[in-house]
């Protein structure tokens, strides 16, 4: 294999679900040489990748489409923080975790909306009709917090 695609697709291995901007960022490669060497691994089945909320993410050929959506949001520093929130929570309400988080509503919200729609975080209503956050699957999520 090429030294360029060699250190290329460690990279990606290193920083599973890495997007492409941050790949060009930490490499000293050109844009176009990561273009092409890039395309060289997804075609010889060494790399794949998956593009979520306008950013192509690059992942080893064992992960799958739900693994891929999920490393994807836990890439985004305040989803990975929400979700890491609830892992040491259980379940929040929205203002505990705005609170501790030091995030405005509005963010919050849209990080959840992803969230929500990939599964990851079930949002519930207690008692007093007041919105309860947890997160569905935690054993799935803590083992994927381990890769990030």
Same mark, same amino acid.
């Given at each position: 294999?090429? !030294?360029?695609?060699?250190?290329?697709? =460690?990279?990606?291995?290193?920083?599973?679900?890495?997007?492409?901007?941050?790949?060009? $960022?930490?490499?000293?490669?050109?844009?176009?040489?990561?273009?092409?060497?890039?395309?060289?691994?997804?075609?010889?089945?060494? /790399?794949?990748?998956?593009?979520?909320?306008?950013?192509?993410?690059?992942?080893? !050929?064992e992960y799958d489409k739900r693994?891929?959506?999920?490393? =994807?949001?836990?890439?985004?520093?305040? *989803?990975?923080?929400?979700?890491?929130?609830? *892992?040491?929570?259980? *379940?929040? &309400?929205?203002?505990?975790?705005?609170?501790?988080?030091?995030?405005? $509503?509005? &963010?919050?919200?849209?990080?959840?909306?992803?969230?929500?729609? *990939?599964? /990851?975080?079930?949002?519930?209503?207690?008692?007093?009709?007041?919105?309860?956050?947890?997160?569905?699957? !935690?054993?799935?999520?803590?083992? /994927?917090?381990?890769?990030?």
């Open positions: 294999m090429n !030294p360029t695609r060699r250190k290329i697709r =460690a990279q990606v291995y290193a920083t599973v679900g890495i997007h492409f901007n941050e790949l060009v $960022r930490n490499s000293a490669f050109t844009v176009g040489q990561i273009q092409y060497h890039i395309h060289r691994l997804i075609n010889d089945g060494e /790399l794949n990748y998956g593009e979520f909320h306008g950013q192509t993410h690059y992942y080893p !050929p693994d891929q959506i999920v490393v =994807a949001l836990l890439r985004r520093e305040t *989803s990975y923080k929400i979700v890491r929130y609830l *892992s040491e929570h259980k *379940s929040s &309400t929205p203002s505990e975790i705005t609170d501790e988080l030091v995030i405005a $509503r509005g &963010t919050l919200e849209y990080h959840l909306d992803r969230l929500i729609e *990939s599964d /990851l975080v079930e949002k519930q209503y207690d008692d007093k009709a007041r919105v309860i956050l947890r997160l569905e699957d !935690p054993e799935e999520i803590t083992e /994927l917090i381990a890769i990030i």
